[in-house]
């Protein structure tokens, strides 16, 4: 999607592939410039792997979505560049996230710290955020969408970084309870997802009086990040790894403090607790273990409970677009994105 495509519509692909485009030339001078200097290129080379192997670019369509919520038209290229930014950050977040979790596979292929070693995945990770910023501060953007945009996206950093920590203090002993389980739901994913995306393109939109948008957009992009993420969790557990890209017991092995086990917990008998707490978090985990929790999650209604929190989520979402004063064509879009990030199988 170029500076001149219509605003009458949203296509979807055009942003994804802008958005790989404006990575992959980022990438590429990077590399050049390392060997320029004579510094190693291997980073940005497992960088280029990493963000080459797919994903869903979902910020970065979010973000060029805010952008016309607010009243931007198109899809300009430094909105694109900006954009992009995000999806750099994601992978930050995922190459560190891969570590803390030690996960072997990411998007059906090995992680960055089982391909190179921790500590260079942990150098790559934050050279992956060093390019965020690049790319934003180098995006084009006119001093005044800078000055919008930068609280925007610290507070977006801060949010993801502190809802790892709540996750990570959390992690391995299945004793957390569903109102700290939902606050991990929220800061680790929900706001950096579907919301924060949404806020910073619409703190490039042109106009003052386009932020009149912005409610409209955190009573949508809440609800709907927080069933991002329970479909995730039930992915987790419940999901394909030929889909998802991930083993099917990771979760589990780790320990994740998941509204679905915060649920189990919470509606368990004596007899399904100890399962719960002899199985989730243990490392050795075995896949006939992995099916008594599965189970025990779906006996206690967990299951069942999280499909109906993410409809609900859902809904509120759509119903908040009912009200809101947004282009139709943002609107449609918007819909479209709810269903296509609560109904996924990957």
Known sequence: MSAQAPAAFFDQNAVRSAVDTALTDFLAIQMREAHRRGLPQQAAQALSSFLGAGGKRIRPILCVVGWQAAGGTGAPDPVLRAAASLEMFHASMLIHDDIIDASDTRRGRPTVHRTASTEAAILIGDLALVFADELLHNAGLTPDQLTAALPVGNALRA??????CLDLSHTGRPAVGLDQALAITRYKTAKYTVEGPLLLGAALAPAPGSRTCLPALTAYGIPVGEAFQL??????????????????LDDLRE???TVLIALALQNADPTQRQILRRHVGNRHLSPEGAQRVRTVLIDTGARTTVENMITQRRDSALASLETAALPPHVTTALRALAYSATARTT
């Open 159 to 164: 949010d993801t970084i502190y809802g790892q």
């Open 231 to 248: 479909r995730d969790d039930l992915l987790g557990v419940f999901g394909n790894p030929d889909d998802t890209g991930k083993p099917a």
């Open 255 to 257: 320990g994740k403090a």
